[in-house]
């Protein structure tokens, strides 16, 4: 099955700076990889994904990449606020179309972001 | 609309007893899963849900776990006898369709005392 490693386990920045988080997967096969934004009380939201068929996407602040032949993917924040401050997790779907979403996790990054 | 609806958001139980968490997801959505991060480890799959049929339950560790969807509307999962190990986050997500984005709940915090 599939297998995904994700460091950093924490990352600690200043207000302002870039944050990057960096994920490695093992299944070739894997062909969507979303990041989720883990909050204290709050479900774990989708705050960006990618598709095995583009290199990078972005949206504002956030940006994800992924190398395919090197099969490792990265977050990317930019101008890092206070609110960045969460858990985020990287995922990677065991891509069977049509197998459903059963998504392998990373570890987690406890990202700070210091005023 | 609704987003996707767990309950409790936190059980204390002691060890031995009988919990159940309720899921409910987005209106529509066939596709429930179930999750659950214990001890600050990573997020484990447990099961897959198309409308009220076991897709996938390759995750469950153990029969002390049994996950319903009657009807194949809301699910419930229910521990019994609940252990120590037990203890951590369980998350439910739904889906429209496989490869469609999951939508995650809240979360339901357990711990077993």
């Known amino acids: 099955g599939e297998n995904v490693e994700q460091h950093p386990s924490t990352l600690s920045v200043q207000e302002g700076d870039s944050a990057v988080i960096k994920c490695t997967y093992s299944d070739s096969a894997s062909n969507y990889f979303p990041w989720y934004k883990q909050e204290l009380g709050k479900g774990s939201q989708l705050i960006i994904d990618i598709r095995s068929n583009v290199g990078e996407k972005k949206d504002q602040r956030i940006a994800v990449t992924l190398n395919k032949t090197a099969k490792h993917f990265s977050l990317h924040i930019t101008e890092t606020q206070p609110e960045d401050s969460a858990v985020y997790f990287c995922a990677a779907i065991e891509g069977v179309t049509g197998g459903g979403n059963k998504l392998t996790f990373g570890t987690g990054t406890q990202l700070k972001v210091e005023l | 609309e609704a987003g996707v609806t767990q309950f409790p958001s936190h059980s204390v139980i002691e060890k031995g007893q009988t919990v159940t968490l309720r899921c409910d997801p987005i209106s529509g959505h066939d596709n429930l899963y179930w999750y659950r991060r214990v001890m600050g480890k990573e997020i484990k799959f447990l099961l897959h849900?198309?409308?009220?049929?076991?897709?996938?339950e390759s995750g469950m560790p153990n029969n002390r776990f049994l996950a319903e969807r009657t009807g194949g509307t809301y699910s419930t999962l229910k521990v019994q006898p609940a252990e120590l190990e037990d203890s951590g986050v369980y998350f439910c997500?739904?889906?429209?369709?496989?490869?469609?984005?999951?939508?995650f709940g809240q979360g339901t915090r357990l711990t077993v005392v």
């Open positions: 849900f198309v409308k009220e049929s076991k897709q996938d």
């Open positions: 997500a739904s889906s429209f369709r496989p490869g469609a984005e999951a939508f």
